[in-house]
């Protein structure tokens, strides 16, 4: 069993059924998405500009691939507008670590990273710890897997 194998494994030991549970390939839209808004909520500029999670607010969104953001400030979303490319999580804010695996899963806005540049969310900060390992291997990966794990 290679060293990365073994690593998922424990990690889906650690997780809740529900990870465990998220078939390989299932149709799942584009950008994860939960009551409604991407990536539960949050707002992705504020992962960069804050350095943390921000709720976002229903006052400003924004709909991108399909999706709609929410944004803390409208600073937030007019960055956002400007070059949503720049600021969208990767693997459209699904489990980073997940899709490196050819799975998708759903994030938590405190499991997050980023990475050249590049947002990547996590299923929770034990899987984000089993990522940040690799992460460049892991990219690589999902980057292959991505979107077809969706599909």
């Known amino acids: ?4 194998r073994r690593a998922f494994l424990i990690g ?9 549970a998220v078939p390989a390939f299932a149709a799942e839209p584009p950008v994860f998405q939960s009551n409604g808004v991407a990536i539960n909520g949050y707002d992705p500029v504020a992962y960069f500009t804050d350095g943390r999670p921000v709720e976002g607010s229903a006052d400003h969104t924004s709909v991108y691939e399909g999706a709609t953001f929410r944004f803390a400030t409208a600073d ?3 960055m956002f507008d400007a070059d949503p490319a720049s600021f969208a999580p990767q693997y459209g804010g699904y489990c ?6 050819g799975y998708t899963a759903k994030t938590e806005p405190d499991a997050w ?6 947002l990547y969310l996590n299923f929770n900060k034990l899987i984000r710890a ?18 077809a794990v969706l599909g």
């Open 76 to 78: 937030s979303k007019a």
């Open 130 to 147: 089993r990522w940040a390992v690799s992460k460049d291997a892991f990219i690589a990966d999902g980057d292959a897997n991505w979107p």
């Open 113 to 118: 990273s980023i990475h050249n540049g590049k």
């Open 96 to 101: 980073a670590f997940a899709v490196a695996k």
């Open 1 to 4: 069993m290679t060293p990365s």
């Open 12 to 20: 889906l030991a650690a997780a809740p059924a529900a990870f465990a």
